[in-house]
């Protein structure tokens, strides 16, 4: 039961944003699905729940900004300081 609450599995909650990234349940990375456009979309709103596998289960969810920036230098918006 012990060894069950260490393994941890990662998850994206559904949500507009999450269509455009994938997470590796093991380790949490995540990855896009598709090609990112920083002048269509320069922000993604992520939340990543993170899960034991012990009894009881515990969860926590963070949320995870992505700001997707431009090879170019052409963004129309900067990120917020801070």
């Known amino acids: 039961m012990y060894k ?3 393994q941890v599995s990662y998850s994206i909650v559904p949500s507009h944003d999450s269509e455009a990234f994938t997470i590796d349940q093991r380790s949490g990375v995540l990855t896009t699905t598709r090609r990112l456009d920083s002048e269509m979309e320069p922000l993604y ?8 596998h012990g009894l009881p289960q515990l969860t926590s969810t963070a949320t995870v900004n992505v700001y997707v920036t431009s090879l170019h230098g052409r963004n129309r918006r900067e990120p917020p300081a801070g």
């Open 4 to 6: 069950d609450a260490v």
């Open 45 to 52: 709103r992520l939340e990543v729940r993170a899960s034991d």
